[in-house]
């Protein structure tokens, strides 16, 4: 159902479309100027922060193996499959240089962003603007059948340039050879395309947003194992790593042995893509996926009716797949724990670019895999709580309240579960850490001590959460700042120690605050601090929320 909002929004630049001949591609040009309007922030924040986190990394990588030995023995390291499936294949292992380290050891994370950007705008433009309605409004006024499509194709197409082109000159402008940054920032943009045409594809399998995002989440995730498990198999890349659309980038060799070739695979692919989800469109209505959806129940199920019920249906699944994810991941990095002998042997100054106590390895090593992992909680306790602006946006929670259910009442169980949720991954992740540092070391005690370390971050993710709902609270528009807490506190985590930033400024991450259990002793004062905090912010998010306007904010 479209609210008011949207109405207002479509008839607002409806008035751009102009009037001419009909052909496919009518209204092409003024459809990309609109979608361009709707989404150029957040096109312009993915450019600069890319241009910013890669020369970081790329300094970052320079300080961490300042000399041949420690590149030596960071190659030496390689051979753990456990890093390779976190990383990617292992070129130039006899010889290893920082541009191989920056291929082998960062090429993936950028191609995982590239990825998730790709997979989320065009669903931006695609199932999103047909579910809202507004897609159907605009097709309304002269507009040709495929002017949609191309539009939200060339929105994408344009985000990715920006991405590439922040890869690019960030590279560049440390050193990188030209020849070689061109092409690391081409095959960023080829593998963000590859994602977004699986993305449209998968938009016209369902006619849910969430649904359709699933989908393609899960092929990213799918294809991250595929070319893990690949390199695992063969360091340098088996015939299972080319059945993922990351290894095609990263078999370039980019900053090693660059060869071209694998990137025709991935244009071919997107070829492929783009004419199998045109295909699939024509074979549906707007609106509709291509498969009619089943009747519902007549009635709402006893667990639907039930008290957070519908927070439960929309949440949970976001959360069910990523504690999948998360929880391999500790699992691989508890892992990590048997290399730590050599790598301090080989790399005696790892201490100065994370917080690794060189005289209590496993203690230190398995404190900070809790710490990275809590940023999986603190984002998805943001984005639980922002689905509730969403909701409104949509004009769902007001049909709740007509029902009879104050607000507060409906905010306060939607944060609940996911509260709860958060709660259950935070052990999730104490448990799987637990797991390998286990597997690593032989010692099951470390299940439990990892089980309640993991239990420490609670207040922080609180107070993240907390926050959220305050300024969702305070005014609908601002809740999307509460992504900074979280990128700060990303930053903080993984390049503070490095960048040596200063004490005032690594405040400001709430994670910064939580004891660095199981190395330190636990002190209980930051987390009694963090609680109340929560309770304070989250109490102001409710009383604000009673006050301001459905939508207006």
Same mark, same amino acid.
């Given at each position: 159902m479209r609210t008011a909002a949207d109405r207002a929004t479509s008839m607002r630049h409806s008035h751009l479309l102009e009037v001419g001949p009909a052909t496919a591609l009518t209204g092409l040009g003024t459809l990309v100027r609109l979608f361009w309007r709707l989404s150029r922030r957040q096109i312009i924040l993915w450019g600069l922060v890319m241009l910013a986190t890669v020369p970081a990394s790329v300094v970052a990588l320079k300080e961490a193996y300042p000399d041949q030995q420690a590149l030596d023995a960071r190659a030496a390291l390689l051979g753990n499959p456990s890093a390779v499936l976190m990383t990617g294949p292992a070129f130039a292992r006899d010889h290893y240089?920082?541009?191989?380290?920056?291929?082998?050891? +960062?090429?993936l994370y950028i191609l995982l962003a590239g990825a998730i950007m790709s997979i989320l705008m065009t669903m931006r433009h695609t199932r999103l603007e047909e579910e809202s309605g507004r897609l159907e409004l605009l097709r309304s006024l002269p507009m040709g059948r495929l002017a949609p499509a191309a539009a939200a194709l060339a929105i994408v197409v344009i985000a990715n340039l920006a991405l590439g082109a922040g890869v690019s000159i960030g590279v560049l402008i440390t050193g990188a050879p030209a020849v070689d940054a061109l092409a690391l920032g081409l095959a960023t943009v080829l593998t963000g395309l590859v994602f977004a045409g699986l993305a449209g594809v998968a938009a016209q399998l369902t006619e849910h947003a969430g649904t359709a995002s699933g989908l393609s989440l899960g092929a990213l995730a799918v294809a991250f194992l595929l070319r893990g498990v690949g390199d695992v198999l063969d360091a340098e890349g088996s015939w299972l790593s080319w059945l993922s659309p990351l290894a095609w980038a990263q078999q370039t060799r980019v900053l090693v042995? =660059?060869?071209?070739?694998?990137?025709?695979?991935?244009?071919?692919? +997107?070829?492929?893509?783009?004419?199998? /989800?045109?295909?699939?469109?024509?074979?549906?209505?707007?609106?509709?996926?291509?498969?009619?959806?089943?009747? *519902?129940?007549?009635?709402?199920?006893? %667990?639907?009716? /039930?008290?957070? *019920?519908?927070?439960?249906?929309?949440?949970? !699944?976001?959360?069910?797949?990523?504690?999948?994810?998360?929880? @391999?991941?500790?699992? %691989?990095?508890?892992?990590?724990?048997?290399?730590?002998?050599?790598?301090?042997?080989?790399?005696?100054?790892?201490?100065?670019?994370?917080?690794?106590?060189?005289?209590?390895?496993?203690?230190?090593?398995t404190a900070y895999i809790l710490l990275m992992l809590a940023l999986g909680p603190v984002g998805l306790i943001v984005a639980g709580v922002l689905r509730l602006r969403a909701e409104e946006q949509e004009g769902r929670l007001a049909g709740l309240l007509v029902a009879g259910t104050s607000r507060v009442d409906v905010v306060s169980r939607w944060v609940l579960v996911v509260a709860l949720e958060v709660v259950a991954l935070q052990v999730l992740l104490g448990l799987g850490t637990g797991i390998g540092v286990w597997l690593?070391?032989?010692?099951?005690?470390?299940?439990?001590?990892?089980?309640?370390?993991?239990?420490?971050? +609670?207040?922080?993710?609180?107070?993240?959460?907390?926050?959220?709902?305050? @300024?969702?609270?305070?005014? %609908?528009?601002?809740? *999307?700042?509460?992504?900074?807490?979280?990128?700060?506190?990303? =930053?903080?985590?993984?390049? *503070?120690?490095? @960048?040596?930033? !200063?004490?005032?400024?690594?405040?400001?991450?709430?994670?910064?605050?939580?004891?660095?259990?199981?190395?330190?002793?636990?002190?209980?004062?930051?987390?009694?601090?963090? %609680?109340?905090?929560? @309770?304070?912010?989250a109490a102001v998010g409710l009383i604000a929320l009673r006050r301001r306007d459905l939508v207006a904010g």
């Open positions: 240089t920082l541009w191989a380290a920056v291929a082998n050891e +960062l090429f042995d =660059l060869r071209w070739w694998p990137l025709a695979v991935s244009g071919a692919a +997107l070829i492929v893509l783009l004419v199998l /989800a045109a295909a699939l469109s024509r074979r549906r209505d707007v609106g509709a996926g291509l498969r009619a959806a089943a009747a *519902g129940p007549s009635g709402a199920s006893r %667990a639907l009716r /039930a008290p957070g *019920g519908l927070a439960r249906r929309l949440v949970t !699944p976001t959360m069910l797949t990523w504690a999948i994810g998360l929880f @391999l991941f500790a699992i %691989a990095f508890g892992s990590l724990a048997a290399s730590l002998e050599d790598m301090v042997d080989q790399l005696p100054t790892i201490g100065e670019f994370a917080p690794i106590d060189v005289d209590d390895l496993t203690s230190s090593f690593a070391t032989g010692d099951l005690a470390w299940i439990g001590e990892c089980l309640l370390a993991a239990l420490v971050y +609670l207040p922080a993710e609180a107070l993240v959460g907390a926050i959220t709902l305050a @300024l969702y609270g305070l005014r %609908a528009r601002w809740a *999307g700042l509460a992504w900074l807490v979280v990128v700060w506190a990303a =930053l903080d985590t993984f390049l *503070g120690d490095l @960048l040596q930033l !200063p004490e005032w400024s690594r405040d400001l991450s709430v994670l910064h605050h939580v004891p660095f259990v199981p190395h330190d002793d636990l002190d209980v004062v930051p987390l009694v601090v963090m %609680a109340v905090l929560a @309770l304070a912010l």
